[in-house]
C-alpha cells in the first residue's frame, strides 16, 4: 500500500508551477462528448480523475489520443451513450456531467450515482431539477437515467434554490445543444464556471453571463472541433500557498490567475504572510509565524470551500484563537480527527469549528479521508515535528497532480513509500 513519508520541520523554497484546474477538466471532459468534430484539450492536468473521465469516454466510443501528457484530441463522432464503464463512473463524483453531456448529445444518458469524496450528503435535487426544466425525465436509482422527452431537450428559465457549481455546469451543458433559450438564475459564479462556458463558446456554443448569477444559453445545433487550454488550477495554487505559510519560505507560484486567488491571498496576508501578485503568477513569503484569523467558506468569489482544510492547518499552527464557518458543506471537518493526533487542537460543532493555535504540531500516521483532508494532512505533515505518514493517498492523486515530485522541487523531505497494510505487517513477523 502505497503512503506519503514526510520528515517534517523544512522551509519551502523555490518555484512550482500550476497545473489545470481539476474541476474545470471535470467538466470539459464529458463536454468534449458533444463536440462533432476533434476537440484538442491543453493543459489538462495529469490527475487520476481525468484519466477515469477519458477511460470512459473510450467505454463510450470516442476516441481519445494524448499529444503530450497534458494535451489530448477527443473525437466524439462515433460516440454513443451506451456501453459505458460503469465501474470508472462510480469512482468519481463528476460523473454527474455526463448526464448533461448525454442528454445534450444523444437526448439519453445512463450514468452511475456519482462517487468521489465523501463528506455528507451530495444531493443532486438541482441537477435533477434543471434536466426535468429543460424537457428531460431523470429516474434515480443505482443508475441515473434520462431521457429528453421530445428527442430533443428544450430550453426553459430555471431557478436555482442552492447555488450549485455542479447544477450550474450541467445546465449549461445539457442547454448547449437544446432548442431554444435557457436561462439559469441564481448560478453559482466559480472560475471553472466561467472555463467550461469559453470551451463550449470556442467550439460553437451560444452561453452568456457565466461567472455571474444569470447565465443565459442559446442552443445551436451543432458543436465544432477546436483547441482550448484549461484554466490553472486556484485550489492547488492555494494548496501550495497555504503550505508555504504554514512551514514559512519563499515560494514563487506559477501558472496562476491571481484573480482567482484574491480571498486566498487576502487571508494569508491577514496572516502576516507576504503576497505579491504578478501577471500570472504570485510570490509567497512568511517567516512561518501565523497570526489568528476567522474563514468562512462561501461560493465564489467567497472563500473557497475547497481551502478549508489547508488553511485549518495553517490555523492550527498559528497564534491565537481562530474560528472556521463551513458554509457549504455539512461535514467537511472529518480531517480534524486525523489532526488531533498530531496535536492540533479543534473543537468542532456542527459547521463551526474553534481552533487553538499551537506553537508545533507533531509527526503521527493519518489517514486521507477526502482530497483536500489529505492535501491538508500532507501540510500538517510538512510542517510538524518528527515523522508522518499519511495513508490512503489514492484520495490526494485524484487531484493533485505530481504533489510529491512539486514538494520536493521545494525542498521539502516526502516520499511514496510502498509498505503492507498494519495487519499484513503484524502476519508477516508472527510467520
Ligand atoms: N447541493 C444541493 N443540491 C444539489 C447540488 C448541491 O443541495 O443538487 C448542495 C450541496 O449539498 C452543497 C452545496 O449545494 O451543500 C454546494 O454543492 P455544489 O453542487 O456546488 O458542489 P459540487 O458541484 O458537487 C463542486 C466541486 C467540489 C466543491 C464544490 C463547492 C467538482 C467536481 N466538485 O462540487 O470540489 O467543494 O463544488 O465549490 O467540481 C474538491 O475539489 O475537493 C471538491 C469537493
Known sequence: MEKYRIAGGNRLHGEVEISGAKNAAVAIIPAALMVDGICRIENLPQISDTVTLLHILESLGAGVKMINPSTVE??????????????????????????????????????????GCNFGVRPIDQHVKGMNALGATVDVTDYIDAKAIHGRLRGAEIY?????????????????????????????????????ANFLNSMGADVRGAGTDTVKINGVDRLHGGTYA????????????????????????????????????????EMGVTVEEYPESVLVRSSGRLRRANVKTLPYPGFPTDMQPQMGVALAVADGTSVITEGVWDN??????????????????????????VERLHGATVEACDLRAGA????????????????????????????????????????????????????????
Open 74 to 115: 477527443i473525437d466524439s463522432r462515433h460516440a454513443t451513450w451506451k456501453g459505458a464503464d460503469y465501474d470508472r463512473m462510480r469512482k468519481i463524483r463528476a460523473s454527474y456531467y455526463l448526464v448533461g453531456a448525454m442528454l445534450s448529445r444523444f437526448g439519453v444518458a445512463r450514468t452511475t450515482m456519482p462517487g
Open 160 to 196: 436555482l434554490d442552492k447555488v450549485s457549481v455542479g447544477a450550474t455546469m450541467n445546465i449549461i451543458l445539457a442547454a448547449t445543444l437544446a432548442e431554444g433559450r435557457t436561462i439559469i438564475e441564481n448560478a453559482a459564479r466559480e472560475p471553472h464556471i466561467v472555463d467550461l
Open 230 to 269: 484549461i484554466i490553472p488550477d486556484q485550489i492547488e495554487a492555494g494548496t501550495y500557498m497555504a503550505a508555504t505559510a504554514a512551514c514559512g519560505g519563499e515560494v514563487l507560484i506559477t501558472n496562476v490567475i491571481p484573480k482567482h486567488l484574491d480571498c486566498i491571498s487576502a487571508k494569508l496576508r
Open 332 to 357: 467537511r471537518y472529518k480531517y480534524v480527527n486525523q489532526l488531533r493526533k498530531m496535536g492540533a487542537q479543534f473543537q468542532v460543532d456542527g459547521r463551526v469549528a474553534v481552533v487553538e493555535g
Open 376 to 431: 491538508a494532512l500532507v501540510i500538517a505533515g510538512l510542517c510538524a515535528d518528527g515523522v508522518t505518514t499519511v495513508e490512503d493517498i489514492e484520495y490526494i492523486e485524484r487531484g493533485y497532480q505530481d504533489l510529491v515530485g512539486k514538494l520536493q522541487a521545494l525542498g521539502a523531505d516526502i516520499r511514496i513509500v510502498d509498505e503492507p497494510e498494519h495487519s499484513e505487517r503484524l502476519n508477516a513477523n508472527a510467520g
